[in-house]
């Protein structure tokens, strides 16, 4: 197993840790997710175009990491590597950075989000105007988020946007709402009731603080529950998404499906695209059909609804 290195930026620091690891594109999410579990904090992932080496990096407002974070974070590679994942050496990093120098590498890195004329996604530093009737989320480089810039997010947000029509009301599940941002567009959009859940305590607390941030935590509600100790058949939605590793989609099609109201869309990221194939083939074998697909970098997301 590749191992840490310290290193000093500076000696004036502010309590600012930085935390990266070494990996491939095919493993960035995955590793992006663990380090999430391990700081409950907000991970991103930068690779340059044409590049087979990514980088995933996570920022704390603290000096260092413990021992036991350590621990976690090299035994995590290993239960990647060991579920057939490539994440390449996994060579990983502590670096302590000057505050300034942290706050300008969000903002080199997260630039606005347009989705259409509906949704604009945007750090609150960014003095982007919205288009009329734009519904806006603001980020804030302090904050625990996802920026919406990750592929399989990226294909979410459109899909929330296309199925709200301007005026209209729908339902929304988030199924492993992370960070919170898929809900909170939705709210900003529209959509009610929303509900949201994951698996990860952590991820439901960044989820709830994100929620304040953009004026809705008295609107919207997550909540830790975890998808394969859940029951299927209950309450149903227009719009389901579910951004997830495909082992889970597929083996939890049946539990999504009924959860699906009959004219709804499920909409399915966090797929590789070598993946894809099973994981439409488990639910159009389920009785749906495949509407909308899109690939980008190495993931492929798609939309599903019943067929009629």
């Not at 994951?198 to 989820?207: G, I, L, M, Q, S």
Request: include cysteine; aromatic fraction near 8%; charged fraction near 25%.
């Amino acid at each position: 197993m590749a191992g840490k290195e310290w290193r000093n930026v500076s000696e004036e620091l502010e309590e600012i840790v930085s935390i990266w690891v070494l990996t491939t594109p095919e493993a960035g999410e995955f590793v992006e997710t663990l380090l999430e579990s391990i700081f409950g904090a907000t991970a991103a992932v930068w690779s340059e175009d044409g590049s087979n080496e990514a980088k995933v990096t996570v920022y704390l407002e603290r000096e260092s990491i413990d021992s036991s974070e350590e621990a976690s974070l090299g035994q995590g590679l290993d239960v990647l590597r060991a579920a057939g994942l490539d994440v390449g050496e996994g060579d990983w990093a502590v670096e302590r950075v000057k505050r300034e120098d942290w706050s300008e590498s969000w903002k080199k890195h997260f630039s606005p989000i347009e989705v259409g004329d509906r949704l604009l996604v945007k750090p609150e530093w960014d003095e982007i105007e919205p288009k009329l009737g734009q519904a806006v989320v603001t980020l804030n480089p302090g904050m625990s988020f996802g920026t919406g810039h990750h592929a399989t997010t990226l294909f979410c947000l459109k899909q929330l946007a296309e199925c709200m029509p301007a005026g209209s009301t729908k339902s929304l599940l988030d199924a492993g709402t992370g960070s919170g941002i898929l809900a909170i567009s939705a709210a900003k959009l529209g959509y009610g009731p929303v509900e949201a859940w994951d698996y990860d305590p952590v991820a439901v607390e960044v989820a709830r603080r994100n929620a304040e941030q953009n004026a809705l935590g008295q609107v919207l509600s997550f909540e830790e529950r975890d998808l394969t100790k859940m029951a299927p058949g209950g309450r149903q939605f227009d719009v389901i998404c579910a951004n997830l590793i495909s082992q889970l989609l597929v083996a939890e099609k049946a539990k999504l499906a009924s959860w699906l109201a009959p004219s709804g869309r499920l909409v399915l990221a966090g797929i590789l695209v070598g993946q894809f194939a099973r994981v439409e083939a488990a639910f159009c074998g389920f009785g749906m059909e495949l509407v909308a697909v899109e690939s980008l970098d190495e993931w492929r997301s798609g939309a599903f609804r019943f067929s009629c």
